[in-house]
């Protein structure tokens, strides 16, 4: 199956404040707020949700095109993402900016202060999957990027019958309610975190019933409280699988959905691949940054069956 990963694609900068950002914020002082936090720890790392995507896919062997938009700064990045099976024939380099760029400040409670620099992310809007791939691909996921991009590439699956995941993350802050129905009408899947539904739902002013009416298959999850599948009236609850650590929750969701479409894409039961992405999450928690984690496919099948039964299925990546 040949899947196409649309969205973003970041350099990110991870930092840690050793305290609690609450106890710096006077509320009668908000209006004229000027705080700087002093960090003990900074790191650069390869960021982007459609990136992190890719490379957790790649991590179990699949051979995912990655679509973004990138500046004149990703030579390094090109590298490391090609030496880890991606295949970035699909990416487009803008030389006039740079790549979008992430800054996250992590205090000791695990709170988050960020900030995000489209750079050449912007520009996505003036690109088409058919500017970028000349065939049709099995599956395009939609996932965080330039808000108007996301609803052009939502606009040109239905036109050309591709079949899509729509993944709007952070994203649903940005677009309305308008925006947000258009864009999952006619989606194969929609897979959103809790609190991101909970948006959709008010600005859309449909309730989880309507999603599922509208929407083939809806993924919702919850953390460490693990993730629900809403599908053809039936509700599967899938557990999470407890980290041995929490090193940085940054990048958990990316590997979750990278496991779920390595699911769909050997036509595993849904609860099994939503498992595969719990599994795939937890190795993302465990380390520092959204593409350090690392595993062979040998030894995610052995882990995996030591906290779940796949009945045999996980032979294939072997």
């Known amino acids: 199956m040949e899947t196409l990963i649309t969205g973003s694609i970041a350099y990110d900068y991870l930092m840690r404040f050793p305290g609690r950002f609450q106890q710096h914020f006077i509320p009668d002082e908000l209006h004229d707020l000027s705080l700087s936090f002093l960090v003990d720890d900074m790191t650069k790392h390869w960021g982007g949700t459609a990136a992190n995507i890719a490379f957790t896919m790649a991590k179990f062997g699949l051979q995912p095109k990655l679509m973004g938009t990138v500046g004149r700064d990703f030579g390094d990045y090109r590298s490391w993402l090609e030496s880890n099976g991606v295949d970035c024939s699909t990416v487009i380099q803008i030389d006039e900016v740079f790549t979008a760029s992430f800054f996250a400040n992590t205090d000791d409670d695990n709170n988050q202060l960020a900030f995000f620099y489209g750079g050449a992310m912007n520009l996505a809007r003036n690109y088409r999957i058919a500017d970028a791939l000349s065939d049709k691909p099995d599956l395009v996921i939609i996932s965080p990027n330039d808000p108007i991009a996301?609803?052009?590439?939502c606009d040109e699956c239905r036109e050309r019958s591709i079949r899509f995941i729509y993944d709007p993350g952070q994203q649903v802050a940005r677009l309305n309610g308008d925006e947000l129905r258009r864009s999952f009408r006619g989606a194969h899947m929609i897979v959103v975190n809790k609190y991101e539904a909970s948006v959709i739902y008010e600005k859309t002013g449909l309730n989880l019933n309507d999603l599922r009416e509208i929407v083939d298959i809806v993924v919702i999850t919850a953390s460490e409280k693990g993730s629900t599948i809403y599908l053809n009236g039936e509700t599967i609850e899938v557990a999470a699988f407890a980290p041995r650590e929490i090193a940085?929750?940054?990048?958990?969701?990316?590997?979750?959905?990278?496991?779920?479409?390595?699911?769909?894409?050997?036509?595993?039961?849904?609860?099994?691949?939503?498992?595969?992405?719990?599994?795939?999450?937890?190795?993302?928690?465990?380390?520092?940054?959204t593409q350090n984690h690392s595993f062979t496919?040998?030894?995610?099948?052995?882990?995996?069956?030591?906290?779940?039964?796949?009945?045999g299925r996980l032979d294939c990546l072997l």
């Open 150 to 153: 996301m609803i052009k590439l």
């Open 248 to 289: 940085d929750p940054t990048g958990a969701g990316d590997a979750y959905r990278a496991g779920l479409i390595l699911g769909m894409s050997k036509a595993f039961p849904l609860e099994l691949s939503a498992q595969i992405g719990a599994l795939s999450a937890t190795y993302a928690l465990e380390v520092v940054g």
């Open 297 to 311: 496919a040998a030894e995610f099948v052995e882990r995996f069956r030591r906290l779940a039964d796949d009945r």
